[in-house]
């Protein structure tokens, strides 16, 4: 039944690479990280059979991710939403809708799971958790807070840009290995490469061959979240992570993401962070529903005063709420560093492993370079969860 509801001759970015990719660390006694398993996607699969790879070496997991997604129980808006998607999931949702419906038949839970967890990012209950106290004295924080992110692109002093990012996602470490890295293909070559947690169709992490990076920020604006949801949907609006996947199945270098990732309607606000092979290719796209409101860009040359832009989930230009200061501590430990020891994988490694860019809620990190087209991703575990 259906549950319900080698040495100097090598360059040293390929030595970074190589160490990374093979070690466990512990850090501070507390978080270890783990490199992410790997896996292919053939999108030249069906839609309702691409993904059985994953869903087999994860179907003994499906009872946890009922059991995780029961602790958010949808508001009757909610629900009334995610029934309205389902009762046409071509329609609003085409090819990912028919993913999905795969998805809940595999593992033989509940369509309205799937598709729930599939809008964790709209939902923002899902997912979330305490917030994150950086001040230590802070009376009153939110008992809830959204996913929350910090993303860097840094460029070095010859142009060459990295790309680095958490996730700050409060789920339970008996499922933060679902978090996979994955190779999409198509007529047998990769296409792009994302990390995807089983179960999601949508990306939030993701490099491309053809020298371009993405990650999602978290932007919280407050409002009507499920009604802002609902309009989006019916005008066709991409959700967020939905919108990464389709840019890289379609967008054939850096300057055509941003295109995408600029233009296209959103059913909510977002941070996407973007990064390429070129000098001055990183970018900052801060996304309302319906328009960019604003485009934060490395310059062409790096400086000592300009090299890096570091993105939390509070606009650049305003101040941030006071118990969650991760934009000041990332901002204190970059200039620590400066642009020689900065503007490197091992640099952003070091900044995105410090409290409290990396904190108790921390369940992954990743680190991309563009122009070498290689990724490193970890899934994170805390003792707190």
Request: a negative charge.
């Amino acid at each position: 039944p259906r549950p319900s509801l080698k040495m100097a001759a090598v360059p040293y970015y390929l030595l970074v690479a190589l160490f990374l990719s093979f070690v466990h660390y512990t850090l501070g006694g507390s978080a270890t990280l783990v490199p992410m398993s790997k896996y292919q996607i053939d999108l030249d699969v069906s839609p309702d059979r691409r993904w059985i790879p994953l869903l087999e070496h994860f179907k003994s997991s499906a009872p946890l991710v009922v059991d995780y997604f029961q602790q958010f129980v949808p508001s009757k808006m909610e629900q009334e939403v995610l029934e309205k998607i389902m009762a046409d999931l071509d329609k609003y949702l085409g090819e990912y809708g028919q993913e999905m419906k795969a998805i809940a038949d595999y593992w033989t839970i509940d369509l309205g799971i799937i598709v729930g967890l599939n809008f964790a990012y709209e939902f923002r209950r899902l997912g979330g958790g305490h917030p994150n106290i950086t001040n230590g004295s802070e009376p009153n924080p939110p008992q809830y807070r959204p996913s929350a992110c910090t993303s860097i692109v840094v460029q070095d002093s010859g142009g060459h840009v990295y790309h680095g990012r958490n996730l700050d996602w409060s789920i339970p470490n008996d499922l933060r290995n679902l978090t996979v890295q994955v190779e999409f293909i198509r007529s047998g070559k990769v296409l792009y490469t994302g990390v995807v947690t089983a179960g999601f169709v949508g990306i939030l992490t993701g490099i491309h061959p053809d020298g371009y990076s993405i990650s999602i920020n978290e932007r919280d604006l407050g409002g009507e979240v499920v009604i802002d949801f609902l309009e989006g949907v019916l005008e066709g609006a991409w959700s967020p992570t939905h919108l990464v996947r389709k840019t890289f199945e379609t967008a054939a270098n850096y300057d055509q993401s941003l295109q995408m990732l600029s233009k296209e309607k959103v059913t909510a606000p977002v941070y996407y962070i973007t990064a390429g092979k070129a000098p001055g290719c990183g970018t900052v796209l801060t996304r309302d529903r319906n328009f960019l409101r604003d485009m934060w860009t490395l310059s062409p040359t790096s400086t000592p005063a300009d090299w890096y832009r570091l993105q939390t989930n509070y606009d650049h230009w305003k101040k941030v709420d006071p118990y969650d200061n991760r934009r000041y501590y990332g901002n204190l430990y970059m200039e620590r560093l400066g642009l020689k020891d900065g503007a490197t994988l091992n640099g952003l490694f070091k900044v995105l492993t410090e409290w409290p860019i990396q904190n108790n809620y921390t369940s992954l990190t990743v680190l991309m370079d563009p122009l070498k087209y290689t990724i490193q991703a970890y899934n994170v575990y805390t003792p707190k969860q």
